[in-house]
């Protein structure tokens, strides 16, 4: 019985010792990089050109919009470079005007007209509508907008029409998930 | 025990999170740029015309006009005349043109007689290179000049009576009026 329990004794050990130096007795396992790469969120960018005001009357561009005066039959048009800048695979915008801040002083003898947004190469984007808007992609537009005064009436003499507020906006469209 | 305070905390936390996001704004938002367009402001012109050194107005105000030489005396044979300037002085950015017209002239008089030997006999002219109203043509037409933007024109008038006038009309006077209308023709 002695013997027994010390071979049972040194056999504990033989077996302490076999797990003690690893491996053999582990399960297995394997190891491989997933290569999933790193993500990156896109961006969107709208920049403006600093924009130029012609006149009807002259082939010389307006020096100081603000020490200019307008008079009945003139037309002015305004035309300004735009960059839009979409990064994202899967990113829309549309761009559109906001006049909301415009002040008019004048009665309904000049107004703003229409915008329009060009690209050259592509589709052209009409933003025909006051504060309409039109998709656009990346790349670079011509945004011009004429004022018309009206030469059929006495009025409007010293009014003005404050443009300041007028704003280009570029909102990302919605994506729509596969199905 | 420990777990389910463990769940609560992090459950309480998770809201935390979402009413954070919600309250904040734009986090969860599509994303939009804007950029102004800087158009400045437009201001329309005055139309400013000068009539001898006074703003003329819309439908509007008389000017008086004294004779080119002072003090003479209007007579069969020594007709008088006036000079009439029109500046075009409108501050409109660009090209901006006018044209000014001298209108009927008419008189008036305390005098009948005079009033009716002044009629047909007040012509208007453009003053001539000589700067001398009397060397200027004289025609039943209204004179008319085309003034360019902070140019000025200038028009005479003569008055005359016929050979036949009454000699009895000494000492009287008259006024004459001449409508002086500027058009804008750019």
Known sequence: MKKMTKGAIVTGLGVALL???????????????????????????LTSSTGVWTSNLSNNPIPDITEYRIVPGEELTYTQQLEVGLEGDQLEATLSVDTSGVTNGFSNNLTLEDFMVTKAGAADAAIT?????????????????????NADHQEDMNQELDLTQVTYVLDQKAPTPAN | MRIKTMMRTAGVISLAVVAGLLGVGGTWALWNVAVPAEMGTVQAADFRVELNGSPMTVNGMAATVALEKPGTALTPKTPVYSIITVKNAANAGGRFSIRATMGTPTAQSSDPILAANLKG?????????????????????PATATIAKGATARYCVKMSLPADTPAMLTPSTATVTIPVTATQIQ
């Open chain 2, 121 to 141: 006999h007040v012509l208007t002219a453009q003053m001539p290179g000589s700067t001398t109203c009397a060397d200027a043509t004289y025609t039943a037409q």
């Open chain 1, 129 to 149: 509508a006051y504060n309409g808007s039109a998709d656009v992609e990346k790349g670079t537009y011509t945004a011009s907008a004429t004022l018309a005064f």
């Open chain 1, 19 to 45: 797990l003690g130096g690893g491996g053999t007795l582990a399960v297995w396992n394997v190891e491989q990089t997933a290569n999933a790469g790193t993500m990156a969120a896109g961006s969107m960018e």
